[in-house]
């Protein structure tokens, strides 16, 4: 396994684990992970589950509030979140 592919699978994984039964958390989880990235967090994004996101919409709310807050987030302060504070 390559290393990334390995690191790739242990935040999700770790995504997974820490996760509640309630859609919208469990959809903000992950959008805000990969606003994050989006600002420029060095590490690889984690797709959303599609089935859920085209199927529940708390979960897909979720998702997409966790992008945008936290992406916006990470941009004010790029260096708290181990980013560059690029950009999409």
């Known amino acids: 396994m390559r290393p990334l592919a390995g690191v790739t699978l242990g935040l ?3 995504l997974v684990a820490c996760t509640p039964d309630n859609p919208y958390q469990t959809g903000y989880r992950v959008g805000c ?3 994050q990235v989006y600002a420029g967090k060095p590490v ?3 797709d959303p589950d599609r089935r859920l996101y085209r ?3 708390q979960y897909t ?3 997409d ?3 945008n807050q936290c992406y916006q987030e990470a941009m ?3 260096l708290a979140y181990g ?3 690029g950009g999409r």
Request: charged share 15%; glycine share 24%; hydrophobic share 35%.
């Open 12 to 14: 999700l994984g770790m």
């Open 33 to 35: 992970f990969n606003g």
């Open 44 to 46: 690889p994004t984690v």
């Open 55 to 57: 199927s529940d919409l």
């Open 61 to 63: 709310k979720g998702f």
């Open 65 to 67: 509030d966790g992008v």
């Open 76 to 78: 004010r302060f790029p």
């Open 83 to 85: 980013g560059s504070g």
